[in-house]
């Protein structure tokens, strides 16, 4: 689901003021109440197929999640922490990389940056084949689904199909969608 935190620094190709990036955020939150209550209206995931726990255990080696982070960003230490239990149920690894990493490759997409924290898929030898699982922070179910289609998705399920399991469930795919067939699982 959608909730972002702007951090210091934000640029893009047109520099952007503060106010407007704030405007631009989706869902800003300024305490960990704020945090704990929009997350509470947040639908969670309660249905996976039958082979979600082993494809996620045995795909481990060849993906990896990246997300970006800002001092101070309660989102970031939210996802943080639930991408870590989801690393050592799953053995996926689990690094930062910068905002402006994050720029391009929101910018390949088609995407719009809309700040910390922005997390991403990809396989571990490529890192030209990115997802976005998540803008903002969501449910540890839900970025676990999310992880799991972009996997799918990136070993041959066709991203249309991956972009409809997507779309039931989170706010993402509401601006990958509008690109339709730009989002492709190969260069």
Avoid at 53 to 65: D, K, N, R, V
């Amino acid at each position: 689901m959608l909730l972002t935190c702007l951090g210091g620094g934000l640029a893009s190709a047109q520099a952007l003021s503060r106010d407007v990036a704030r405007r631009a955020a989706i869902h800003p939150v300024g305490t960990p109440q704020d945090m704990r209550l929009w997350l509470s209206r947040v639908p969670v995931t309660r249905d996976f197929p039958p082979d979600f726990h082993e494809m996620l255990t045995g795909q481990a080696p060849l993906f990896i999640i990246e997300m970006t982070t800002a001092p101070g960003c309660l989102p970031c230490a939210d996802i943080w922490g639930k991408l870590g239990q989801f690393s050592r149920q799953y053995r996926w690894q689990v690094r930062t990389i910068s905002g402006q990493e994050a720029m391009l490759r929101s910018g390949r997409l088609g995407l719009p940056w809309v700040g910390h924290p922005v997390a991403w898929v990809r396989p571990i030898t490529d890192p030209d084949r990115t997802i976005p699982i998540a803008i903002g922070t969501d449910h540890g179910v839900n970025l676990a689904r999310n992880a799991y289609l972009a996997a799918k998705m990136l070993t041959g399920v066709r991203p249309a199909t991956g972009l409809r399991a997507m779309a039931r469930f989170t706010g993402i795919v509401g601006a990958i969608d509008r690109i339709g067939a730009t989002v492709r699982p190969s260069r």
